[in-house]
């Protein structure tokens, strides 16, 4: 009798849904029994938070200090090219989920009413000296035992800036403790995505229990938007982009179909990474700019992410029924703006990213278990976009140098090859 196939994680995840609706439909009072062990999934995320920001932060700006200084003007160039791009990302997931808005219904568990006017209170009364003020941490060791976001991101900036200006063997001995760190944090991330079927089964009971099936129709509409937010973020962002950089739309449509295949079927970008980098030389650009720009943008440069959790964060304010004002949800804004750079290579980064986020603005986590829960849908569209606006970057960077050739002959990276210029193991196929 042949072995029955281990489900991948996300089909223990959908079963799970699947269970935990049901659950939640037949048994709402006993549903409401599970809450603990959706808490354990949530307060597991919640301790991962700041190491992990804190070594990738540190590694993406110190780790690439030396490679900014050789390259000079493309490396300026390249921030601020990714800096006004994702920022435009995030203002079209900031408009599409206040137009639609997806998580208005719902009713979490973890949230009462007194609980969201007293943080409206709080973020209203928030100035902007206040705010200054609160960014700057008295002790990172509070900040990081308070999951303050903003905190640990100025503390890892100013970190890596004075790493950065360290020469010889002390610079690479904390280089190296911190890739250690982060490499055991994303470790440790995978184990404890292991629990969450269980932590987000229990949630979606709870969460049905108390506020019906309707909440399954909160989500459907979730997913929508954000399909819908990439689709103008396509047309009124990268399009123009390429028009005025005279990118020949053709071929490149041409040279990214089989990367975005790869990202969209497996959601990961370093899967797709090597195919990307050579489908950028065949078009024209050059190896020396393709090694710089790809890397570079998975920690600066993730639109569709940046997007998604825009999209995400009030999505979870909306389901706890706390009203933000424009400003609150710009101030959110820039918090995602900051932490979102340099977790690329963290496996669920977005998942972090926006626990932190909402930790920081005192939002209820019990949304990420809801979102995660369909995720995975969500992650193939928003990788997909972080590949294609990577792609893009490096012929426009090109062409802002005068160095793009489409005609030009190009030298073919190899897997390995990418895989040195990364620093990273050779992604294996999914």
Same mark, same amino acid.
């Given at each position: 009798?042949?072995?029955?196939?281990?489900?991948?994680?996300?089909?223990?995840?959908?079963?799970?849904?699947?269970?935990?609706?049901?659950?939640?439909?037949?048994?709402?009072?006993?549903?409401?029994?599970?809450?603990?062990?959706?808490?354990?999934?949530?307060?597991?995320?919640?301790?991962?938070?700041?190491?992990?920001?804190?070594?990738?932060?540190?590694?993406?700006? &110190?780790?690439?200090?030396?490679?900014?200084?050789?390259?000079?003007?493309?490396?300026? /160039?390249?921030?601020?090219?990714?800096?006004?791009?994702?920022?435009?990302?995030?203002?079209?997931?900031?408009?599409?989920?206040?137009?639609?808005?997806?998580?208005?219904?719902?009713?979490?568990?973890?949230?009462?009413?007194?609980?969201?006017?007293?943080?409206?209170?709080?973020?209203?009364?928030?100035?902007?000296?206040?705010?200054?003020?609160?960014?700057?941490?008295?002790?990172?060791?509070?900040?990081?035992?308070?999951?303050?976001?903003?905190?640990?991101?100025?503390?890892?900036?100013?970190?890596?800036?004075?790493?950065?200006?360290?020469?010889?063997?002390?610079?690479?001995?904390?280089?190296?403790?911190?890739?250690?760190?982060?490499?055991?944090?994303?470790?440790?991330?995978?184990?404890?995505?292991?629990?969450?079927?269980?932590?987000?089964? +229990?949630?979606?009971?709870?969460?049905?229990?108390?506020?019906?099936?309707?909440?399954?129709?909160?989500?459907?509409?979730?997913?929508?938007?954000?399909?819908?937010?990439?689709?103008?973020?396509?047309?009124?962002?990268?399009?123009?982009?390429?028009?005025?950089?005279?990118?020949?739309? /053709?071929?490149?449509?041409?040279?990214?179909?089989?990367?975005?295949?790869? +990202?969209?079927?497996?959601?990961?970008?370093? !899967?797709?990474?090597?195919?990307?980098?050579?489908?950028?030389? &065949?078009?024209?650009?050059?190896?020396?700019?393709? +090694?710089?720009?790809?890397?570079?943008?998975?920690?600066?440069?993730?639109?569709?992410?940046?997007?998604?959790?825009?999209?995400?964060?009030?999505?979870? !304010?909306?389901?706890?029924?706390?009203?933000?004002?424009?400003?609150?949800?710009?101030?959110?804004?820039?918090?995602?703006?900051?932490?979102?750079?340099?977790?690329?290579?963290?496996?669920?980064?977005?998942?972090?990213?926006?626990?932190?986020?909402?930790?920081?603005?005192?939002?209820?986590?019990?949304?990420?278990?809801?979102?995660?829960?369909?995720?995975?849908?969500?992650?193939?569209?928003?990788?997909?976009?972080?590949?294609?606006?990577?792609?893009?970057?490096?012929?426009?960077?090109?062409?802002?140098?005068?160095?793009?050739?489409?005609?030009?002959?190009?030298?073919?990276?190899?897997?390995?090859?990418?895989?040195?210029?990364?620093?990273?193991?050779?992604?294996?196929? &999914?």
């Amino acid at each position: 009798m042949a072995r029955l196939k281990r489900p991948s994680l996300t089909q223990a995840i959908l079963l799970a849904m699947v269970v935990g609706t049901l659950v939640g439909w037949l048994f709402p009072d006993f549903s409401q029994n599970l809450k603990p062990l959706s808490t354990i999934f949530l307060r597991m995320i919640k301790s991962i938070i700041a190491p992990i920001i804190f070594a990738t932060l540190v590694i993406g700006i &110190a780790g690439h200090g030396d490679d900014m200084k050789r390259v000079g003007r493309l490396a300026l /160039k390249s921030i601020i090219y990714f800096e006004i791009v994702t920022t435009l990302a995030l203002f079209i997931g900031l408009a599409a989920v206040n137009i639609t808005k997806p998580g208005v219904g719902v009713v979490l568990a973890g949230a009462d009413a007194q609980q969201g006017q007293q943080l409206g209170e709080t973020a209203q009364s928030l100035t902007v000296g206040g705010f200054l003020e609160h960014v700057v941490p008295t002790s990172v060791i509070q900040a990081m035992a308070e999951n303050s976001v903003l905190q640990i991101v100025f503390w890892s900036i100013l970190f890596a800036v004075g790493l950065s200006q360290v020469r010889g063997e002390p610079k690479r001995m904390v280089l190296g403790v911190l890739e250690g760190l982060a490499e055991v944090m994303f470790k440790l991330t995978g184990l404890v995505m292991k629990y969450a079927p269980i932590g987000i089964g +229990a949630a979606i009971a709870v969460t049905v229990g108390h506020s019906g099936l309707g909440v399954l129709v909160n989500l459907g509409k979730l997913i929508l938007t954000l399909y819908a937010a990439l689709v103008v973020f396509g047309l009124l962002v990268l399009l123009p982009v390429a028009l005025m950089a005279r990118v020949p739309l /053709k071929k490149f449509a041409r040279a990214v179909k089989d990367p975005a295949l790869i +990202a969209f079927s497996t959601t990961s970008s370093e !899967a797709a990474l090597p195919r990307a980098m050579q489908a950028m030389e &065949a078009l024209g650009v050059p190896r020396r700019i393709v +090694a710089f720009v790809m890397p570079t943008g998975y920690s600066f440069n993730l639109d569709g992410t940046t997007l998604y959790l825009a999209l995400a964060s009030v999505f979870a !304010a909306q389901a706890a029924g706390i009203h933000l004002t424009l400003g609150q949800q710009l101030t959110m804004m820039l918090t995602l703006m900051l932490t979102s750079k340099g977790v690329a290579a963290v496996p669920r980064a977005s998942l972090v990213i926006l626990s932190g986020t909402l930790a920081t603005f005192g939002l209820p986590l019990e949304a990420v278990a809801l979102i995660l829960g369909v995720d995975e849908l969500m992650d193939m569209a928003r990788t997909t976009v972080n590949l294609v606006g990577n792609c893009l970057a490096t012929v426009v960077m090109a062409r802002w140098e005068g160095e793009f050739d489409p005609d030009r002959p190009a030298e073919d990276v190899t897997p390995e090859e990418a895989a040195h210029i990364l620093g990273t193991p050779e992604p294996q196929p &999914a």
